[in-house]
């Protein structure tokens, strides 16, 4: 079988690139909301979409399954409390068209990988359990009975546990993730890889050892009161629109906000708020003051400086720049600090960076005369190879200041998937804490085991190895999100079994074990109703703000089950019975799956009545009130080292990015309106004194080579696009340049990929 694992492309496209670069002079406005109506008109009933709309993101209603950021705590507008990428992923959720038996019946598994990922998209919801057996070239119906029987046999016959894998992507719901470890746990394993280690596994790591929690400390509160705003590596106006709203506000109010980032987003540069008649017609505002448009990896050299800066200024006039009382009382490690960055000169460090003095001296300015600060930042901080460190940095400069557990200050992690953190806290995680090891035993007298399991890359090494043989997954598209595709197709072509619980068709689910299931699962914007009775269920947002979710729209078909049901399902045919786990109970009853987590998890004692108040509850966190939560009750200032990684002559550093159509791996369209690309994804990003040197030109078609430990790896028929970018530097859209990452590469303590800092080669296609 011939089955494509790459993202096919048609050269035809790119001649829809003609009017490059025609940057748009601001972000959303009334295009945005044009942009995604024109998904809602495609793709779904009018009726439906009037339903779900009222209800996005509306207290009780439903939580917007994009991105995490949070809803306003205080009254909501009624009008539209959500932004066009909610609206797409919406259209893309609800959507009337329907990939059932049918459609599997028409095509194979090899006709349908030749589909790009758009056109696979499109094809519609899941509506049927599907199954490909060894000898099968197309997925054939299955019955439910029949589809759980055969897991939970294949689960059973395993002779170690540890030879299965239960992956789970940040869309499911606590009740779902909550029931789902308990269920891998009670197996026998903690191989619970999650789409976080691929994410903000940095953030957790560099925050839990410094401030004792793995999240953030700001609420949207804080943003009212901030007076000044660093944004590091993160590009709102795509990933998170509903943050510009926030920004927008806080400027209005004379914060201050700073953009530190390779490119120049328009979204950070100027907003215009589509909720206001003034923002669809008239100018909008300017949002970042100062843009600070670093080398790609060099925030960490650029925060070292920033330091040696203030620390300098504090030496002169001391008591004028940093926290004193503050980093007496609250804070440890702040003499191994100052040694550490006595070392260092500003000069060499601004030169790293490619940053001129003048705009780094009003930087330092900024920050020396500000007191509430908060610092926000996504995948251009985690996804390198010191992302620990430079994430530690930052909590550095926060300490410094006395910026973190005051009102208006903090360090705010923007988190991706909507309820990734909510997973996290339900305790999906392939480390297991000791509370939560203790607990289960305690709640549920279940011996669970105490040894990490796989994350995402050691799972993909295993799998690989032939050390797995079952496959299960909780949503997402691993294949696709994984660095390294071709090691990656591989290593899910060696396993026996795969399972996909999904609500929409994707490259995985082409690329299995030799025996495959689709599991169609209901979404976020699908009625749940159990033994006649309405289900709601539960997430929490980027600032661990815990709410309810409740679908309004009917199932596309009966065949469509709840993730709860069908891991209670599952779960009850693979476990000893045990009372105090009534599997078939929990997963008709949400109301019960709570109770449980009320048990188990600190912080939601109250979950039944809390979740049930408009808007929900905040869960414990100490940092937030001033309470370090480290073995020590201190903040930690740590030592971090910044050393350059060499680069060969003629190499770029090349970060994956997305563009604005597209959600991870579901791309919703072929523009990335915002950076002026129309009708393609295979482009190049290039500085123009870069494509000279090299003797490219504009549109030119070239293919991407990296070499790590002697392996060549590489990816084609990218189109080169002359683009802003500092010089030594690249960028290009995820998946499509995922096989040139290679799996080997990954964050130091966090082992995230370093999608964003690859060391690549441009080869001149023959
Ligand atoms: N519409 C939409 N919304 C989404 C998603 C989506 O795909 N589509 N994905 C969701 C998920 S899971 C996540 S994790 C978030 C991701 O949200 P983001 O992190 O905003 O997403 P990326 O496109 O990866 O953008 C990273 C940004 O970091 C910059 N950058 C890259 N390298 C560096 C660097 O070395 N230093 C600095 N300072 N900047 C750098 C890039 O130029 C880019 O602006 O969005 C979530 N929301
Ligand atoms: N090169 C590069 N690679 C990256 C990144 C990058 O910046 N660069 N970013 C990484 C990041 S931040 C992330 S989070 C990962 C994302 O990795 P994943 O979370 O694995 O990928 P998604 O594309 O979000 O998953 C989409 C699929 O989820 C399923 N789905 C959607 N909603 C639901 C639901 O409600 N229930 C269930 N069961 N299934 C559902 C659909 O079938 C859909 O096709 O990718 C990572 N990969
Ligand atoms: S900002 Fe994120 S959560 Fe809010 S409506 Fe937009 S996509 Fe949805
Ligand atoms: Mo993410």
């Keep these: ?47 439906t979409s009037l339903k779900i709309f009222s209800k996005l993101n509306q207290k009780g209603g439903i939580d917007c ?20 990428n909610g609206i797409k992923a919406i259209a893309d959720e609800a959507t009337f068209q329907k990939a059932g038996p049918e459609l599997f019946a028409q095509y194979s598994l090899v006709q349908l990988s030749a589909l790009s990922d758009f056109a696979l998209g499109k094809l519609g ?30 689960l059973r016959r395993l002779p170690d546990p540890n030879q299965a894998v239960f992956y789970t992507s940040g869309r499911s719901s606590n009740e779902a993730a909550f029931l789902y470890q308990l269920m891998v746990r009670a197996f026998g394993t903690n191989n619970l890889p999650d789409c976080s280690n691929l994410c903000h596994e940095s953030s957790g790591v560099a925050l839990t050892e410094t401030i004792g929690i793995g999240k953030g400390t700001v ?11 660093l944004i590091l590596g993160q590009n709102p106006g795509t990933n998170h629109p509903r943050m510009l709203s926030s920004l927008e506000a806080a400027k209005q109010r004379g914060a201050k906000i700073v953009a530190i980032n390779p490119l120049k987003e328009p979204g950070l540069i100027h907003f215009k708020n589509p909720q206001t008649v003034h923002g669809l017609l008239g100018g909008g505002t300017s949002l970042a003051d100062e843009y600070v448009q670093l080398r790609v990896n060099t925030d960490l050299f650029l925060l070292k400086a920033l330091l040696k800066a203030l620390m300098d200024r504090e030496k002169v006039n001391p008591g004028s720049v940093i926290a004193r009382t503050f980093v007496q009382h609250k804070t440890s490690g ?93 305790g999906i995680q392939s480390k297991i804490s000791e509370t939560h090891a203790q607990q289960l035993q305690r709640q549920f007298n279940l011996q669970v085991p105490t040894a ?24 997402g598209n691993l294949l696709s999100a994984s660095p390294d595709t071709h090691f990656v197709a591989e290593a899910f072509n060696k396993t026996e079994l795969t399972v996909f619980v999904s609500t929409k068709l994707n490259r995985n689910h082409l690329i299995t074990g030799q025996t495959s299931l689709i599991l169609p699962c209901l979404g976020r914007t699908d009625l749940d109703i159990q033994h006649g009775k309405t289900q709601f269920l539960s997430t929490e947002n980027s600032m661990g703000v815990v709410q309810k979710t409740q679908g309004v729209m009917k199932p596309n078909s009966e065949e469509l089950k709840s993730e709860p049901w069908i ?29 449980l987590i009320a048990a188990t998890i600190a912080g939601f004692e109250s979950y039944n009545t809390e979740v049930k108040k408009p808007g929900g509850f905040y869960i414990p966190n100490g940092p937030r009130e001033g309470r370090f939560t ?123 990929p370093i999608s964003k800092s690859i060391r690549i080669r441009i080869v001149i296609s023959s």
């Design 567 to 595: 891991v209670a399902q599952l779960a009850h045919r693979i476990l000893p019975p045990n009372k105090a786990l009534p599997w078939l109970e929990l997963g008709s009853n949400y109301e019960s799956i709570r109770a």
């Design 219 to 229: 609420t949207l509160a804080d943003f009212e009161k901030a007076e000044l705003i």
């Design 65 to 84: 399954p994009s991105c995490a950021w949070p809803d306003p705590d205080g009254k909501r507008s009624g009008f539209a409390e959500y932004c066009e």
């Design 630 to 752: 480290t073995p020590s009750g201190k903040a930690m200032f740590t030592v971090n080292n910044a050393k350059f990684e060499p680069m060969g002559e003629e190499e770029l550093l090349m970060m994956t990015i997305r563009s604005h159509d597209q959600f991870n791996t579901t791309i919703y369209g072929m523009n990335d309106r915002y950076r002026g690309v129309i009708g393609e994804r295979r482009v190049l990003f290039m500085n123009i004194r870069d494509m000279e040197k090299r003797n490219l030109k504009q549109y030119q078609v070239v293919s991407l080579e990296s070499r790590y430990h002697g392996q060549i790896r590489t990816a084609e028929n990218f189109k080169i696009i002359a683009y802003d970018i500092p010089e030594g530097c690249c960028a290009t859209y995820f998946p499509e340049s995922n096989p040139v990452i290679p799996i080997s590469e990954f964050a130091d303590k966090s082992r995230t």
């Design 125 to 154: 919801r899941l509506s049927h359990p599907m199954i490909k057996r060894p000898e099968d070239t197309h997925y054939r119906p299955i019955d439910w009975t029949e589809a759980l029987d055969l897991i939970a046999e294949a």
């Design 452 to 475: 990490s399991g796989y994350d995402v890359v050691g799972a993909l090494q295993a799998m690989h190895q032939e050390k797995v043989k079952v496959y299960m997954a909780l949503g």
């Design 1 to 47: 079988m011939n089955v494509n694992f790459i993202h096919p492309f048609s050269p035809a496209r790119f001649e829809a690139l003609k009017h490059y670069p025609r940057l748009p002079s601001s972000a959303v406005g009334w295009p945005s909301l044009k942009s995604g109506l024109t998904h809602v008109w495609k793709y779904m009933e009018g009726t």
């Design 334 to 426: 702040f003499e191994e600090l100052q040694r550490d960055i006595e070392m260092y000169s500003i000069p060499e460090l601004l030169s790293s960076t490619g940053i001129g003095q003048e705009q780094f001296d009003r930087l330092v300015e900024l920050i020396a005369s500000s007191k509430r600060i908060i610092a926000c930042w996504a995948m251009g901080l985690t996804q390198h190879k010191n992302a620990v460190a430079t994430i530690q940095e930052l909590v550095n400069l926060l300490l410094l200041k006395g910026s973190i557990g005051i009102p208006g200050a903090g360090l705010c992690p923007v988190r991706g998937h909507s309820n990734v953190q909510g997973d996290r806290t339900m």
